[in-house]
């Protein structure tokens, strides 16, 4: 006669289950969807600040992890602590399950933050963005306007800008909802004389025709006026947020000649994304183990992405192209959106749930 099999602890079973969860969570979050938050405004009003989103790793391929000592369900930090989650006794070589298409011009994209060098690559700070340009094009801005390969680019509908706002009235945040913008989105002039005032043109445009307001004034950096903060060397180039280019994405496979101006726009590029160990540049020159170079073969696709809020991103812009393997995902659509200006049930804005990303 058998032995009958003893019954699990009610305490045992807490555990399997918890177990199975975690494990159950840890596979869907790395194969198929990751929750996301927006915490900045810089793809407003496209994607608002307290809007939870979801991001489908499916749609560009599921990236094997490059960290896998990790703590389970968590990305930089242990929850609460200071504590690395993660140790990097171990990194595998970067490789992708198939995805269902590729990064399109356009997308809104999910991605880890280039130049956060402290950490490994799957473990740098999530960042989303809209992939403006893609490998192979040439992006171009004049006054603002985005050219790709030499035609306009898409316009987000909700994109936005900064305008002066003159006005010799004290305007309420109650005025300013009234025309979309959040107490968030305006900031008023020490002198008095008016806001500065981040919106869309509809906005702007329904703002010009109140009676209450002076004058509105786009706000843009001079041409030719390089600004030393943007990528990859503006001072150099003459460049600034809203006169950029032209510059060519990379692309893989790509050959160019290390010339000096190719050398300031791709050396630092070819420096930390390329995989290579020993890359410098000394009097103008590139080299690469020792040995100078004169040409080039990029070996992954690099895009380039920008906030949609154009005058409140920090973006390609300023910290340069992202490399195909930092991309995790592709935004996908909205699952609650709360409104921290707002209270109670007001807080929730439950026009946009389930909204599609686009």
């Known amino acids: 006669m058998t032995e009958e099999k003893k019954k699990k602890s009610a305490a045992r079973e807490w555990a399997d289950a918890l177990i199975f969860a975690v494990i159950a969570a840890s596979l869907i979050r790395w194969l198929l969807l990751e929750p996301f938050t927006i915490p900045t405004a810089s793809m407003e009003k ?21 960290t896998p000592l990790q703590i389970p369900l968590t990305h930089q930090k242990i929850w609460g602590t200071n504590a690395n989650s993660y140790v990097d006794w171990i990194e595998l070589p970067y490789f992708r399950l198939p995805g269902f298409s590729s990064v399109k011009r356009n997308d809104v994209v999910v991605f880890n933050y280039p130049s956060e060098f402290e950490y490994p690559i799957d473990l740098k700070t999530n960042y989303i963005k809209r992939a403006v340009a893609v490998p192979g094009d040439e992006i171009e801005i004049v006054k603002t306007l985005v050219f790709i390969n030499g035609e306009p680019a898409y316009k987000p509908e909700e994109m936005q800008f900064s305008y002066d706002v003159l006005t010799n009235r004290n305007l309420s945040a109650d005025f ?3 025309y979309g913008i959040n107490p968030d989105s305006f900031m008023p002039f020490t002198n008095g004389s008016g806001y500065l005032v981040m919106a869309t043109e509809e906005s702007i445009n329904r703002l010009k025709n109140s009676p209450a307001v002076g004058s509105v004034t786009l706000r843009m950096d001079k041409e030719g006026l390089g600004d030393p903060r943007v990528f990859p060397d503006g001072a150099y180039f003459g460049w600034n947020k809203d006169n950029f280019g032209p510059l060519t994405i990379p692309a893989k496979g790509w050959t160019i000649e290390m010339n000096a101006d190719n050398i300031a726009k791709y050396a630092f590029t070819i420096e930390k994304f390329e995989g290579l160990k020993d890359v410098k540049v000394q009097d103008n020159q590139l080299y690469i183990d020792g040995q100078k170079v004169d040409s080039y073969t990029f070996k992954q696709d690099y895009y380039f992405m920008m906030g949609d809020n154009r005058h409140d991103s920090l973006d390609s812009r300023y910290w340069g ?8 995902g592709k935004a996908w659509f ?6 921290k200006h707002k209270s109670m049930f007001n807080k929730i804005r439950w026009s946009r749930f389930f909204n599609g990303i686009h």
Do not use: Q
């Open 321 to 328: 192209f992202v490399p195909e393997d930092h991309i995790v």
């Open 334 to 339: 909205l699952w609650l959106s709360l409104d």
């Open 176 to 178: 300013f909802s009234d």
């Open 46 to 66: 496209s994607l608002l600040v307290g809007d939870f989103l979801f991001v489908s790793k499916m749609h560009y391929g599921t990236r094997i992890p490059r």
